[in-house]
């Protein structure tokens, strides 16, 4: 088969399964899962026809797709992919550039320049940031955190790039007690040691209580949070980040899914003083409905971030605001095209309505469950429903029940040590029809499992 045909044919299939995305179970059964040990066959010798390859691909595993990309999914804050920001990718993936800077890249690179802009407009953070497009939210706050460490370094005349950690001034790290395991992923990786990192206390919302903060100084890194993973909530900025400043610390912001609150006015609110901190982490692939490798490291100091991250080459020297010198990544992938397309086609509202429309939602689902007797223990101030049945073990059943039922899904966590599961409204195609079908699960299995 020629390229053209295969590409058609791998057109082919992914419109099949967009189409199927409605009625598709939320999760693959066991029949599903049991046929992957299909795909355990010995790497040939001379290799087998690609449209065999695309036909294993899409008959052995996208059959055993979760299906995340549909309207039943409440798992983990997922988020779907909207349409123009999938044919974005598909379109990019064509271009194969290696969008490391203008030089490699001039298309795309003026394609992320421009979404860099508007993610600045529209999360109202400083203008002159630095925007780096990576992975993740991990990868991204990473390096912030790196940046953080590194400026703070600079202020008391040591150079981390020179002369690294050895013999270094000791910098602090102040997290909330509950913050997200990947930012104790990032820490752990940058050599700060999780029983070094200072805890702060929560109230029972999960926000940190600005009273019980560790005193701050000119050596510390403070990371807040803008939307915790189980309640959606948000630090107090305000207090906080003067706290920061008055100390002269560093403060960095992962908000992976919440920063996109400041996208509306009715939800903003819980962002003010936020453009005060020094960095903030978002990611594109949840919130914003992007398709997967779509995070933003952002940073006030646009030399702060470029400091730590240049990777110039005698072969590849660039200008301190191109991709490879703001990200981990040399060669990458353009990920800020996706995040450029969703953001142009919705515009300042549509991406405000959506980001509304999840709110009420959750509001709406956390009232029908209290009528229906669960005990829904958050404020729901987001997206985020954190729920429990009559008792742990009866909680447990209900996620285990909802789960195996093919017709949503969401996940189990634990919440101030005993199990809960949480509902997070962050697909856009999630209707009305869609949340009834939910409740209809839970009325079904009912707060005792
Ligand atoms: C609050 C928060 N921070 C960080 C992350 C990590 O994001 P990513 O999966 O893009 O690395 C997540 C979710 O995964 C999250 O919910």
């Given at each position: 088969m020629n390229e053209l045909d295969l590409l058609q044919e791998a057109d082919r299939l992914a419109r099949a399964y967009t189409a199927s995305i409605e009625e598709r179970d939320a999760f693959p059964n066991e029949e599903a899962i049991a046929t992957l040990s299909d795909l355990d066959e010995p790497l040939s010798d001379s290799g087998q026809s690609a449209l065999s390859t695309l036909n294993v691909m899409n008959a052995v595993a996208g059959e055993a797709t979760a299906a995340s990309n549909g309207p039943r999914y409440f798992g983990f804050v997922l988020?779907?992919?909207?349409?123009?920001a999938a044919a974005a990718d598909r379109l990019a993936l064509a271009w194969d550039q290696c969008a490391s800077s203008s030089d490699s890249a001039p298309g795309v690179h003026a394609l992320e320049q421009q979404a860099a802009r508007w993610v600045l407009d529209i999360l109202q953070l400083p203008q002159q940031s630095a925007v780096a497009f990576g992975t993740s939210a991990t990868a991204c706050g990473l390096s912030c955190i790196a940046a953080a460490r590194a400026e703070l370094l600079a202020r008391k005349g040591w150079s981390l790039v020179e002369n690294g950690l050895n013999g270094a001034p000791n910098i602090r790290v102040v997290v909330s007690e509950v913050t997200h395991v990947t930012v104790k992923k990032s820490l752990q990786i940058l050599g700060f040691g999780w029983s070094n990192v200072e805890k702060a206390e929560t109230d029972p919302q999960g926000r940190i209580i600005p009273e019980k903060l560790p005193k701050l100084d000119d050596q510390t890194i403070l990371i807040?949070?803008?939307?915790?993973?189980?309640?959606?909530?948000f630090d107090p900025f305000v207090p906080l980040v003067q706290m920061a400043r008055d100390a002269g610390a560093w403060v960095h912001v992962d908000g992976a899914f919440g920063l996109w609150a400041r996208s509306t006015p009715q939800l903003g609110h819980l962002t003010d003083g936020i453009d005060g901190a020094d960095s903030w982490t978002t990611d594109g692939h949840k919130w914003l409905n992007t398709p997967y490798d779509s995070a933003m490291a952002i940073c006030r100091d646009p030399q702060a971030l470029a400091r730590v991250m240049n990777s110039d080459a005698v072969y590849s020297n660039a200008s301190a605001d191109s991709q490879k010198n703001l990200t981990l990544e040399f060669s990458r992938k353009a990920r800020g095209v996706s995040v450029w397309a969703?953001?142009?086609?919705?515009?300042?509202d549509g991406v405000a309505k959506m980001v509304e429309k999840h709110h009420e939602q959750a509001n709406q689902v956390a009232e029908r469950l209290r009528a229906l007797g669960f005990d829904v223990l958050n404020r729901v101030v987001l997206n985020q429903v954190l729920v429990r049945g009559k008792d742990d073990e009866a909680t447990k059943?209900?996620?285990?029940?909802?789960?195996?039922?093919?017709?949503?899904?969401?996940g189990a966590t634990v919440w101030e040590g005993r199990p809960a599961f949480r509902i997070s409204l962050s697909s856009f195609r999630t209707e009305e029809r869609h949340i009834e079908e939910l409740i209809d699960v839970l009325a079904q299995i009912g707060p005792t499992g």
């Open positions: 988020g779907a992919s909207l349409p123009v807040l949070q803008a939307g915790e993973v189980n309640t959606g909530e969703a953001l142009r086609t919705l515009g300042r059943r209900v996620v285990q029940t909802a789960q195996a039922s093919g017709r949503v899904w969401f």
